[in-house]
């Protein structure tokens, strides 16, 4: 939510300053000669603008497109989904006078990732959190031994499951666990 309001309010921002600075290329361009002039000293300026113009107006020119151009680069990335599902943001495990606690979810995935692959019989592991909150949910893929038990693995990457609720500050974790075995024959390096 927060991050809906920050994209809003950066929009607005946005917007009111394209049209300042759309206000200010018309007036430059005469859009507004009509009008009556609220003092002789815009007009002075604005004469010295059109009479002799500088350098300094090209470069202004250059730096603002330049801005407009990363700006709108930024909102595209801003309100276009990302590969691999939406964009998860840091968790506050604990906030105080003293500061937060925070947690990167791909830093958490890396660590559930490690834990897997710290249990017997699996080679590979590859997660991805998809929610966090109240009701964590993920997906794992395991590659494990051609040999081992799926049951019993299955059976160990429960404490895995409750270290990673615990990480998040949840009782449990909604975890959908694929296991694959491996292809290859080879000895687990450890």
């Given at each position: 939510m927060v991050d809906g309001a920050n994209r809003m309010l950066l929009l607005l921002l946005g917007l009111c300053l394209a049209a300042a600075?759309?206000?200010?290329?018309?007036?430059?361009?005469g859009a507004f000669d009509d009008l009556r002039q609220p003092s002789r000293i815009y007009e002075d300026v604005r004469q010295e603008l059109v009479d002799e113009p500088d350098l300094w107006f090209a470069v202004v020119i250059g730096a603002a497109a330049v801005v407009v151009v990363l700006t709108l680069l930024w909102l595209i990335r801003q309100f276009t989904s990302r590969p691999g599902g939406p964009h998860l943001s840091?968790?506050?495990?604990?906030?105080?006078?003293?500061?937060?606690?925070?947690?990167?979810?791909?830093?958490?995935?890396?660590?559930i990732e490690d834990d897997f692959e710290e249990q017997p019989a699996v080679r590979d592991?590859?997660?991805r959190l998809l929610e966090t909150g109240?009701?964590?949910?993920?997906?794992?893929?395991?590659?494990?031994?051609?040999?081992?038990?799926?049951?019993?693995?299955?059976a160990r990457?429960?404490?895995?499951?409750t270290r990673?609720?615990?990480?998040?500050?949840?009782?449990?974790?909604?975890?959908?666990?694929r296991l694959d075995f491996a292809t290859r024959v080879g000895a687990r390096v450890a």
């Open positions: 600075g759309g206000l200010g290329v018309a007036a430059n361009q840091t968790e506050v495990l604990a906030a105080g006078r003293r500061g937060r606690t925070t947690l990167e979810p791909a830093k958490l995935a890396e660590a592991a590859v997660v109240q009701e964590p949910r993920l997906r794992a893929r395991l590659e494990i031994d051609r040999d081992a038990d799926p049951e019993e693995v299955l990457c429960e404490t895995v499951l990673a609720a615990q990480s998040l500050g949840s009782e449990s974790v909604d975890a959908h666990i």
